[in-house]
């Protein structure tokens, strides 16, 4: 879930799952993401098993995918949730100026999305599996201008330990990869985001920035049995930097 196009973390997890064997299922909100996705499936030759329009803002299009995704493949075994929105102008300036609307869009598109998609999606899960989300260091620490993003990630963080505490007794796993800083669209014209990369150049233990393959394998990781006895965690995947004070 989240695939905008070739920059996207999603994509990056498509690629992996597909080398590793997968079946895959996607979904789209925009028609401009789901053409970008025809195109990269056809340029990748992979070929998905459905894929299906979801727009994580309404549970009735949450149920409605997953129920379709239930009628055609009847079991799942794992979710890779890589969604976030807030609106533009919260992600600046002092975080004691976020609007209400503001909080609870970046709360409802960000971190209630995960609650809705593990609860529609587990009702195909009989054989247990994984659930995957995507967050950031901003949900532990202030970065400026992550502001209500980084609010709404450690609610998305705190999520996936209750889930994981609700859906283990199913054999269900839910954790989290914490990335370091990738230009995708998302990211796009949002301030401050060169110095972030820059800083992460110079600070982190591996001295680089990440990419969106190596989001791609952690994730593999934690879909795949190779984690089976890892839930409620937060991988950090951002070359060591969350370590660094
Ligand atoms: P992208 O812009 O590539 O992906 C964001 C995706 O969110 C898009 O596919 C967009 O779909 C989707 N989306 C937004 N709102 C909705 C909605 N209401 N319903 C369905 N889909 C929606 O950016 P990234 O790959 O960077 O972001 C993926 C995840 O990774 C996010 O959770 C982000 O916070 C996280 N992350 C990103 C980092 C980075 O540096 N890039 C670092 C750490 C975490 P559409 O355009 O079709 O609406
Ligand atoms: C400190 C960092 C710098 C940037 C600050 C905030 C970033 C917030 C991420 C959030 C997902 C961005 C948006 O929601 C942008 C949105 O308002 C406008 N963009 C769009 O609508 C595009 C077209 C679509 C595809 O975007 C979405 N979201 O659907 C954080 C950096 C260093 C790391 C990042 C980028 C983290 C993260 O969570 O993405």
Same mark, same amino acid.
């Given at each position: 879930m989240g695939v905008a196009n070739e920059r996207s973390i999603a994509w990056g997890i498509a690629r992996s799952l597909y080398k590793a064997g997968a079946s895959l299922i996607f979904t789209y909100r925009k028609e401009r993401s789901f053409q970008k996705l025809s195109q990269l499936l056809e340029e990748e030759g992979i070929e998905p098993l459905m894929t299906v329009s979801c727009d994580i803002s309404e549970d009735a299009s949450i149920q409605a995918a997953f129920d379709a995704i239930g009628a055609r493949v %009847?079991?799942?075994h794992g979710v890779a949730h890589s969604i976030a929105f807030a609106d533009k102008?919260?992600?600046? %300036?002092?975080?004691?100026?976020? =609007?209400r609307e503001g909080f609870l869009l970046a709360q409802d598109a960000s971190a209630y999305s995960l609650v809705a998609v593990a609860r529609e999606a587990r009702k195909w899960m009989s054989e247990g599996g994984s659930i995957v989300t995507q967050s950031y260091i901003g949900a532990e620490r202030v970065v400026r201008n992550y502001n209500v993003m980084g609010v709404a990630k450690a609610s998305l963080e705190a999520s996936v330990r209750y889930l994981a505490e609700d859906l283990g007794q199913f054999g269900i796993r839910v954790n989290a990869v914490s990335a370091g800083p990738i230009r995708t669209l998302a990211a796009k %014209?949002? =301030?401050g985001f060169n110095d972030i990369m820059s800083t992460i150049q110079q600070k982190a233990p591996l001295r680089r920035n990440i990419d969106q393959d190596e989001v791609g394998d952690a994730t593999l990781f934690l879909l795949s049995p190779l984690s089976r006895a890892v839930t409620g965690e937060v991988l950090h995947v951002d070359a060591g930097y969350h370590i660094i004070g």
């Amino acid at each position: 879930m989240g695939v905008a196009n070739e920059r996207s973390i999603a994509w990056g997890i498509a690629r992996s799952l597909y080398k590793a064997g997968a079946s895959l299922i996607f979904t789209y909100r925009k028609e401009r993401s789901f053409q970008k996705l025809s195109q990269l499936l056809e340029e990748e030759g992979i070929e998905p098993l459905m894929t299906v329009s979801c727009d994580i803002s309404e549970d009735a299009s949450i149920q409605a995918a997953f129920d379709a995704i239930g009628a055609r493949v %009847g079991i799942i075994h794992g979710v890779a949730h890589s969604i976030a929105f807030a609106d533009k102008d919260e992600l600046k %300036g002092e975080y004691a100026n976020t =609007s209400r609307e503001g909080f609870l869009l970046a709360q409802d598109a960000s971190a209630y999305s995960l609650v809705a998609v593990a609860r529609e999606a587990r009702k195909w899960m009989s054989e247990g599996g994984s659930i995957v989300t995507q967050s950031y260091i901003g949900a532990e620490r202030v970065v400026r201008n992550y502001n209500v993003m980084g609010v709404a990630k450690a609610s998305l963080e705190a999520s996936v330990r209750y889930l994981a505490e609700d859906l283990g007794q199913f054999g269900i796993r839910v954790n989290a990869v914490s990335a370091g800083p990738i230009r995708t669209l998302a990211a796009k %014209g949002v =301030s401050g985001f060169n110095d972030i990369m820059s800083t992460i150049q110079q600070k982190a233990p591996l001295r680089r920035n990440i990419d969106q393959d190596e989001v791609g394998d952690a994730t593999l990781f934690l879909l795949s049995p190779l984690s089976r006895a890892v839930t409620g965690e937060v991988l950090h995947v951002d070359a060591g930097y969350h370590i660094i004070g």
